[in-house]
């Protein structure tokens, strides 16, 4: 089974450009997440995606972040203009629920630095 | 809000001596509980979770961790350290599973491992 795959793995931009990533999850997984890592902490969700809808985005800063989840499987999320404070690792993540059976996969995240 | 708390940001110990990394949680329900181990530069990787099952739950790379209601513990651990577990590790819960569908992880803030030669 393919994993998560997210690309770019780095990205290195000056404050207030504009950067995107781009995430496809597991075949056959309608949920895809985008979580926040900021060096030295937990990953922090972002948005959630139940096939093309949004679920959750309340922790997304919507005057710069975006996203969106075309046809329900591939995912972009949007940074515009970025702060010194968007430097972090945006980790993609696609999830099933099977009974009592949770599945959580991840993708090797993107890093971003903002200069 | 449901919350993780991993007790100790960074734990040190010599190659092949205990591993125990903590976790606690606050949750009205039993929650389903992950331990997670991220690599430098790479995306986390299951190691183990918990969801209602056997309350000592067995990993990869002879992890184990057992969950404990009465305590709302659920820690990592390992016999013997060895060299290539020097990593981060993330306890991760889903709040509330008896709700239909899918919901996010919430993570701690990690715990790193170093492992002494």
């Known amino acids: 089974e393919a994993g998560v795959a997210q690309s770019p793995r780095y990205k290195i931009i000056e404050k207030r450009q504009s950067v995107a990533f781009w995430c496809n999850p597991i075949s056959g997984h309608a949920t895809l997440y985008w979580y926040q890592q900021i060096l030295g902490q937990g990953p922090k969700l972002l948005i959630q995606f139940q096939n093309n809808g949004v679920v959750d985005d309340s922790q997304l800063p919507k005057d710069r972040f975006s996203a969106e989840r075309l046809k329900g499987v591939d995912s972009t999320l949007k940074i515009q203009p970025a702060k010194l404070e968007d430097s972090a690792v945006y980790l993609c993540a696609s999830s099933f629920v099977s009974g009592e059976d949770y599945g959580y996969t991840f993708g090797s995240g993107t890093r971003l630095t903002v200069v | 809000a449901q919350s993780v708390t991993q007790l100790g940001s960074h734990v040190s110990v010599s190659e092949g001596a205990l591993v125990l990394l903590r976790c606690n949680y606050s949750?009205?329900?039993?929650?389903?509980l992950f331990w997670y181990v991220q690599y430098p530069n790479q995306g986390l990787q299951l190691l183990l979770k918990y969801t209602s099952a056997a309350t000592l739950v067995k990993g990869i790379n002879g992890f184990e961790a057992e969950f404990k209601k009465s305590e709302t513990s659920f820690h990592l651990t390992k016999p013997s350290a060895h060299m290539s577990d020097a990593a981060e590790y993330f306890c991760a819960v889903i709040p509330n599973p008896w709700n239909s569908g899918n919901t996010p992880l919430v993570f701690g803030k990690g715990t790193r491992l170093s492992v002494i030669a």
């Open positions: 949750s009205s329900v039993p929650p389903y």
